[in-house]
């Protein structure tokens, strides 16, 4: 079975830090551009960071310096190092794969089932 499995996700106060991971499963990551998205509690999916497999990384401005993205191709992973956590950043984290850069979570081959994180003193 082709999937992504995030874990990581947790309960942690204000200023902490959490490392979320992404697995792939049934498939190589390569050639692949990894993305994280993330649904709070309000509507809509927002993308955060990205990473290509030559490992170029975006990030949107709600978590650059805060956060950072990186990928280990030998053993298929992606992992999301997130310091300095504030209750905003609480929400359902998502990573999704595909061979193209695309804005629209809805638009990725592959994702997960979602991690999540609780920002909370």
């Not at 649904?39 to 709600?62: A, K």
Request: hydrophobic share 30%; net charge neutral; with cysteine.
């Amino acid at each position: 079975q082709l999937q992504l499995v995030e874990s990581g996700g947790g309960l942690v106060q204000p200023g902490g830090s959490l490392r979320l991971s992404c697995a792939a499963s049934g498939f190589s990551l390569d050639y692949y551009i990894i993305g994280w998205f993330r649904q709070g509690p309000g509507p809509g999916v927002e993308g955060i960071s990205c990473i290509t497999f030559g490992g170029t990384t975006n990030y949107n401005d709600h978590v650059k310096g805060r956060f950072t993205i990186s990928r280990d191709n030998n053993r298929n992973m992606v992992y999301l190092q997130m310091n300095s956590l504030k209750p905003e950043d609480t929400a359902v984290y998502y990573c999704v794969a595909d061979l193209r850069f695309s804005k629209n979570f809805n638009e990725y081959e592959f994702w997960g089932q979602g991690t999540q994180v609780t920002v909370s003193s």
